[in-house]
């Protein structure tokens, strides 16, 4: 067999295993939208049947031949051509997913399962100890299977890299101690500035039927094409691109606070155009026709969320129709009003309630102690603890209790150590990528005035979405902006958004 037709049945192959993805995660959003609640046993044998398949299909040894054989053509003497970065991205998953040993996976499937079940009894009665056997057990084999995988540095390298392929933790730590830094002195002018926004006016009844309206509205204008894709309700959001023409998301509604639904659906819209942007017609099957990380995919989700839905411009276009949908709550409301109040900035205990400023110091705490955790600098007992001492000191409110302390997150328990930095990740690009759109194209944010969104759409497909995987995530951010990941971006926009919201 010659290294061209090795390639040929790798794709083929691999078209295979990711029809099975995404069967899977189609049973997977109707696990979480419509299926009836006793089907939940069978649904999950489905999964777990599906899951096997799967891992059989992409680990056996015939693939590993094939990419063997594949990779002694000279593919790789254009490294960024479609062949070579998909066989790459294929080498990449195929030691990542052949390294652990069975028992090792067994185990952690196992141990992270019941773990999940005690973390979740554990937060209801505010009861960090009942928790920690169970934590001490997951973190340990965490650890294992960063051995397994191996590393060079630190051993959270190899944790990191799961979601944020290439990232390095060091680099990382270095852009978010100066993130930290700056939003802790925003923090504190917020807190003395001389105005307030009213939020009472979007914490107010706003009709859900309307909501949704408007919600699809808001989708349809900035590009989420409604014949390649749905908008569900579930309690978590979510989005999920299962292949070829569709791609699906979720949002819940509040019917006394007009945010959450809001920029929820403009939220999982953002992750929904990247995937609907990525050459799928082309590529599905392959690396080339999937998104680059976790941290690109949040950009992206964030971009529409921050950069556009809580921009003026963006509320210039969309506040007069807002105001003759919701009639009762927003009628007699200026824009300006309206805007502050959207963009309310309050210290409080929950990540996932937190505002655009806050969130991200949720995360670098986050990140700090399982970094530390993995470098044996903390051990496990000690972590509500360390939670709350720096949780006062970044964000200036105590916790008084560990269930809207350490026992928040379902991560942790879940085995997934090493996924918190890409939420922050996604901000930091979200706004590098866009600080660079608006300098390529002036009159982006003029734009959005007068409902047009193209551009910055158009701008992203062509930068970031066509390349699928072809660059890692900093390489990307170097290749688009011309610059290293860098947290000025992020902070510059914020003090002078927020700056103009508080006067200061
Ligand atoms: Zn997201």
């Avoid at 094409?225 to 979720?250: K, N, Y």
């Avoid at 972590?383 to 006062?392: H, M, N, S, V, Y």
């Amino acid at each position: 067999m010659t290294a061209h037709e090795a390639y040929e049945s790798l794709k083929q192959h691999a078209r295979e295993v990711a029809i099975i993805d995404s069967c899977s995660g189609l049973l997977g959003w109707d696990e979480r939208t419509y299926m009836p609640r006793r089907g939940s046993q069978f649904r999950a044998e489905q999964l777990g049947y599906l899951a096997g398949l799967r891992h059989e299909k992409f680990t056996s040894p015939q693939f590993g031949e094939l990419l063997a054989t594949a990779e002694s053509d000279g593919f790789q003497d254009q490294p960024e051509s479609v062949e070579a970065v998909n066989l790459r991205e294929w080498r990449r998953e195929y030691d990542l997913a052949t390294k652990l040993p069975k028992s090792l996976v067994e185990e952690i499937t196992r141990e992270t399962t019941i773990a999940q079940g005690v973390w979740v009894e554990a937060r209801k009665k505010d009861d960090f100890q009942s928790f920690l056997p169970n934590l001490e057990t997951v973190i340990g084999l965490t650890k294992q299977m960063a051995d397994a995988y191996g590393w060079e540095g630190e051993r959270y390298n190899a944790l990191l890299d799961q979601y944020e392929p290439g990232a390095k933790t060091e680099e990382v730590a270095e852009v978010f101690t100066v993130l930290r830094k700056e939003l802790v002195t925003l923090l504190g002018k917020i807190k003395d500035a001389p105005r307030k926004p009213n939020t009472k006016i979007v914490e107010q009844a706003f009709d859900v039927e309307k909501q949704r309206v408007f919600g699809e509205m808001v989708c349809r204008a900035i590009g989420f094409d409604f014949s390649a894709g749905r908008l569900d309700i579930t309690t978590h959001p979510f989005c999920s691109g299962f292949g070829i023409g569709d791609t699906r998301i979720t949002t819940r509604y509040n019917p006394n606070r007009l945010n959450d639904a809001l920029f929820g659906t403009m939220h999982e819209a953002g992750h929904a155009l990247y995937e609907m942007g990525i050459k799928k017609e082309d590529h599905f099957g392959t690396p080339m026709g999937e998104s680059v990380s976790l941290g690109i995919h949040e950009s992206q989700s964030r971009m529409w969320e921050n950069q556009v839905g809580r921009s003026k411009e963006f509320w210039t276009y969309f506040f007069p129709m807002a105001q003759g949908i919701f009639r009762d709550a927003l009628s007699d409301v200026a824009l300006d009003d309206f805007y502050a109040a959207i963009n309310d900035v309050r210290p409080s205990y929950i990540r996932v309630e937190a505002d655009e400023a806050t969130y991200n110091l949720h995360i670098l705490l986050r990140f700090e102690l399982e970094r530390a955790m993995m470098r044996d600098e903390i051990a496990t007992k000690d972590l509500a603890g360390e939670w709350r001492k720096r949780f006062e000191e970044y964000l200036g409110i105590p916790v008084d209790n560990d269930r809207q302390g350490v026992l928040q997150d379902v991560h942790w328990s879940a085995g997934l150590i090493g996924y918190f930095p890409t939420y922050s990740l996604g901000n930091l690009y979200a706004a590098q990528f866009f600080a660079k759109a608006e300098a390529d194209l002036p009159n982006l944010k003029a734009g959005f005035a007068h409902g047009n969104f193209e551009h910055l759409l158009t701008w992203l497909r062509e930068n970031i979405h066509v390349h699928g995987r072809r660059y890692r995530a900093t390489e990307l951010a170097q290749r688009v902006t011309g610059k290293e990941l860098s947290p000025q971006p992020l902070i510059d926009s914020l003090n002078t958004k927020f700056g103009a919201i508080y006067g200061f």
